[in-house]
């Protein structure tokens, strides 16, 4: 098993920064794939930014502003968010795909006021 924990969630004005960070332990040998989710209250969950090996890709309306990256010694996946806009207020999780179920954080809010 994986166990996730997401951090450095908050709220902004629009136009700063936040950056957020999710602890990996357990069985993260298997992860293949990383990425962070969000998900506003009665939409469905859309995938914000993956990394898998140096693969790594960004919605279209978070490219340019968001930067997710991961350090292998701390186990520990980031979200750096800059110029941030209203329409990014959600709960964000990130998430570890393995070969077998996927593992999924708590979510942690990020709320942008304008």
């Known amino acids: 098993q994986v166990q996730l924990m997401e951090s450095g969630g908050g709220s902004v004005r629009a136009g700063e920064s936040l950056s957020l960070s999710c602890a990996a332990s357990g069985e993260i040998s298997g992860v293949y794939s990383w990425a962070w989710f969000r998900q506003v209250p009665g939409k469905q969950r859309e995938l914000v930014a993956s990394l898998a090996g140096f693969s790594i890709n960004y919605a279209d309306s978070v490219k340019g502003r968001f930067t997710i990256s991961r350090d292998n010694d701390k186990n520990t996946l980031y979200l750096v968010m800059n110029n941030l806009k209203p329409e990014d207020t959600a709960v964000y999780y990130c998430?570890?795909?393995?070969?077998?179920?996927?593992?999924w954080g708590q979510g942690t809010q990020v709320t942008v006021s304008s």
């Open positions: 998430a570890a795909f393995l070969s077998g179920p996927d593992y």
